[in-house]
């Protein structure tokens, strides 16, 4: 662990920058922006979960006066792109919700009327809705030509399994040999939604010089530019995409569905088009979380040392090969475990689902849940409390893991410490209540990063950075360049310009942000402190060596003299031109964060209804730079992993069909259903950061689902291995107990 | 079809607009008359993202017509705060870090507005239970509950 250092500006509670737009209504988002001249667009989706369209006819929606572009799937200039199929359905409709044409129009109305006029002879085909069906012997093919990656042997036949993968650590089949006790079970997770608040939408305008532009919601506005500059044929010179604020995310704005369509109905009607999505086509069509089955295999001595770790993963993809989660769902899966011997298979599967996206940790909560679930089974056999079962066996700095590197310094062992001071775990439980403890493990990725401060004359700094801000980023921007120029930190402004004003930025995502485009501002704040020396030193006569930076001041040292950064700015002119400080970088390393969370759970054994009482989530942060935000991250993964646990699930009909596409039905958390949720801040810095950050955003959704299952099993005396615990499901395992 | 001719008080201004008898006052506010502050999340009146006040009671905006304000009073959140004063709601939501994304933030805010003038006073959990029907999917309301309950504290102190 390093030493602890004092900062003068990151760790502050500051206001963020872009607070007062967000609280008064000012702040745009995808649906807010209007152009001159502007028509709509609605999107026909189809009411199969499977079939083959055999042909689609427009000219009756053509033929409407108000209907000024219709698009099909032949309509998309990049026809051998892979994605192009998702934007618009080829020869079979994959999923309820799948997007079939576009219509563009003078009104929104005028283009909903316009869909209903759109003919499609489709040839109805079974539905493949869970892995057990797809793959099963006699199983329907979604994709007739898809042979299973990643066999020992490559199949000669289609399935619809898509890939197979392993990892091996050590030798299970010894460790097993060694264990006093064996616990094998399977656990199951339903398909769920991100649940952004925000619906995907819109605004193009497609110029006839060429250039293009795209106002929309994303995580990604390189990613928008570089997919839609594919499928359009268009050079990346020649499409500006502009990230609007972002109403929520989660993973599952990483992805294109809208813009290109909108485009091509932009270049054929001449004018700009919006397309906002209805709630139901947000549930049917874009997301979800891949639902899975996993089956975990753990061993252990009797004095608690785990020998043996072992699981069999299934992952859906929805109609999509490769889009699970899977890589992910087997690397996190035993990190949390110091264990020698470790053993992953894991499988992507197809089903008639939408294509599953990212949603926060992309894999690891469905994985670790059954691990975690297990690991709590196994310390009540052994009769050892569950933190001190993951406290003898906890990963810590050295450890090998499963999918490659040693951890440097992590903080598991202090969250697990910090869970068991806690007055949460301190607390008694009364009766038809259960708790539940979960450690969770996500890696919070680098990669590519554009930063750029431009200093203004007055000596203020405005940071342009790459990566839309989706939880209070900007703020953090600020306090690190601060900190890093030793100036207070409302001197800095922070935006996220377009495409065309920063060079290229991964998504935000990974929980990348603050780590990953966090570096950058502090590297192109340094180099403005290295401009900053060598300005002073010419107006001094000096060489910059001759120069110190303190308290945001340069200092002659070899003489007399101070200057500001205001005074520097404006000679800037006069020393050399103005002052630009660049971080363009690939981040190397990644944060490791592990986070535990205890569930306290009562159960109405009369309606299966499951209450949170209390709740604490622990979580290392490397470095807080904004704690409020911090804790808001640890408190919302919480609030969405409780969810998941408690209530959310796709409900699908025998054909198919998505039943629950809204926000009454698919019921995410309301203020009701919670308890304040405890936040505790762990500090383990992370030596492949300056100031020792981690990302925070995505850790804190893995535990809660463990937590909670258990808490639940706890509360009524039956071990629940399926999600959601719905109260129907609940009061169903009670009855027949 | 013909449109109607509506005129309201909206934010204390009187307004004019032209719609048609099936928009909502959601699409009025946000399309007609530029109040884009008002945010929709489901259009179907489960996220409370479009909350406006209708002669004082609130309503979520996707579920009223447009033809129902003629000659009422609509509050939205850009009639909340001064000019150069943010409300103590708005300010609380700031200090206390209660929002992220920020889509349900004006709704929230006019729903505290709301319960706070019912109700100065609130428990926790009258506060949680009056703004169940804005959804938020980055919080878990945590530190919402803590700028609610702040806010209601300071203004009963101010009043």
Excluded at chain 1, 210 to 231: E, N
Excluded at chain 1, 255 to 261: D, I, S, T
Excluded at chain 1, 546 to 567: C, H, L, P, R, Y
Aim: aromatic fraction near 6%; charged fraction near 20%.
């Amino acid at each position: 662990m390093s030493e602890a250092q004092d900062y003068k500006y990151i760790g502050q509670r500051t206001i963020r920058p872009d607070g007062y737009d967000k609280v008064t209504g000012r702040a745009n988002y995808a649906a807010d922006l209007a152009l001159p001249g502007m028509i709509w667009a609605k999107v026909l989706r189809s009411p199969h979960a499977h079939a083959r369209i055999r042909s689609i006819d427009t000219s009756k929606a053509e033929a409407l006066p108000d209907v000024m572009a219709v698009a099909t799937h032949v309509d998309i200039p990049n026809q051998a792109n892979p994605g192009a199929i998702n934007i618009l359905a080829k020869d079979k409709a994959l999923y309820h919700g799948h997007a079939i044409a576009g219509v563009a129009a003078k009104t929104e109305a005028a283009a909903e009327a316009a869909l209903a006029l759109i003919e499609v002879d489709y040839e109805v085909l079974p539905p493949i809705m869970s892995i057990e069906d797809a793959m099963a012997d006699s199983a329907a093919l979604i994709h007739e030509d898809l042979i299973t990656k990643g066999m020992a042997e490559q199949p000669t036949s289609p399935s619809n399994v898509s890939s197979r993968m392993e990892m091996n650590k050590g030798d299970v089949a010894a460790g097993f040999a060694e264990a006093d006790v064996i616990l094998e079970r399977e656990f199951r997770t339903p398909t769920v939604h991100q649940g952004y608040i925000e619906p995907h939408a819109c605004t193009v305008r497609f110029d006839e010089d060429g250039q293009s532009m795209i106002w929309c919601s994303t995580q990604g506005h390189f990613g928008v530019r570089a997919t839609t500059a594919a499928l359009l044929n268009l050079e990346h010179s020649k499409l500006k995409v502009i990230a609007s604020e972002i109403g929520g995310g989660f993973g599952g704005k990483t992805v294109v569905y809208l813009e290109p369509l909108a485009l091509i109905l932009s270049k054929k009607s001449g004018r700009p088009v919006k397309i906002q999505m209805d709630r139901d086509e947000v549930f049917k069509a874009s997301g979800p979380g891949s639902a899975t089955r996993n089956k975990v295999k753990i061993g252990a001595k009797k004095d608690g040392t785990i020998t043996a770790m072992e699981a069999h993963l299934y992952y859906e993809s929805g109609a999509f090969p490769g889009a699970a989660p899977l890589g992910p769902g087997c690397m996190t899966i035993f990190t949390p475990y110091d264990v020698p011997n470790q053993y992953v298979e894991g499988f992507d599967v197809v089903v008639n689902k939408a294509k599953v996206a990212a949603y926060r940790a992309p894999g690891a909560p469905q994985s670790e849940y059954a691990c975690e679930m297990l690991i709590n089974e196994l310390a009540d056999e052994l009769g050892i409390d569950p933190i001190d079962f993951r406290l003898q066996n906890a990963a810590k700095e050295d450890t090998q893991t499963l999918y490659g590197p040693k951890l440097k310094a992590v903080g598991l062992v202090e969250c697990l410490e910090a869970a068991k001071n806690s007055a949460q775990y301190k607390s008694a439980l009364e009766k038809n209540q259960g708790r539940g403890v979960s450690s969770g493990f996500w890696f919070n990725i680098g990669g590519v990063s554009s930063v750029i401060i431009n200093m203004n004359e007055d000596g203020t700094g405005t940071i342009l950075e790459g990566s839309p801000d989706i939880g209070g980023s900007r703020a953090s921007m600020q306090m690190m360049a601060a900190e890093e120029l030793q100036m207070p930190t409302d001197t800095f402004s922070a935006i996220i310009p377009d495409t065309a004003h920063i060079a290229h930025s991964d998504t935000t995502g990974g929980s990348r942000t603050t780590f990953a485009t966090g570096m950058a501002v502090v590297e192109a704040a340094a180099d403005i402190v290295t401009q900053f020396k060598e300005r002073a030193a010419a107006v001094w006569n000096v060489t910059p060596e001759q120069v110190e930076w303190k308290d945001g001041v340069a200092i002659n040292i070899s003489g007399d003299g101070k200057m500001t950064a205001a005074e520097i700015c404006a000679a800037a002119g006069r020393t050399g031109g103005q002052i630009t400080g660049l971080g363009n970088i690939n981040a190397r390393g990644a944060g490791p964060s592990f986070a535990v969370h205890i569930a306290d759970i009562e159960v109405d054994t009369d309606t299966g209804k499951s209450d949170v009482i209390r709740y604490t989530a622990i979580q290392d942060a490397g470095k807080a730079i904004h704690p409020g935000y911090v804790e808001g991250q640890y408190q919302g993964g919480a609030a969405q992993g409780i969810g998941w646990a408690l209530n959310e699930e796709y409900i699908f009909n025998k054909d198919g069909l998505l039943e629950n596409p809204g926000f009454l039905d698919y019921r995410i958390p309301l203020a009701s259903d919670l308890p304040m949720i405890e936040a505790i801040i762990v500090e383990v810095p992370n030596s492949f950061h300056p100031f020792g950050v981690r990302g925070v955003g995505e850790t804190g959704i893995i535990p809660p689902l463990a937590a909670c299952g258990t808490a639940v099993s706890k509360a009524i005396g039956i071990r629940m291995s399926e999600l959601p615990l719905s109260p129907p499901r609940v009061l169903k395992a009670i009855l027949e107990a | 079809m013909t449109k109607s001719h509506i005129t309201a008080t909206i934010n204390g201004d009187v307004r004019e607009f032209l719609c048609e008898p099936s928009d909502t006052l959601l699409q009025s506010l946000r399309d007609e008359l530029g109040l884009t502050g008002t945010k929709e999340g489901c259009g179907s009146g489960d996220c409370g993202a479009c909350s406006v006040t209708l002669n004082g009671r609130l309503v979520c905006s996707c579920l009223v017509l447009a033809v129902e304000v003629d000659g009422a009073e609509v509050g939205t959140v850009e009639g909340i705060g001064e000019p150069d004063k943010l409300h103590v709601i708005q300010q609380k939501f700031l200090e206390h870090a209660a929002l992220q994304c920020g889509i349900c933030t004006p709704g929230l805010i006019v729903s505290t507005k709301a319960l706070l003038e019912e109700n100065p006073a609130p428990t926790e959990e009258e506060a949680r239970y009056y703004l169940a029907g804005n959804l938020c999917r980055c919080t878990g309301y945590d530190k919402i509950i803590k700028a609610v309950m702040d806010a209601a504290e300071t203004m009963r102190g101010a009043a």
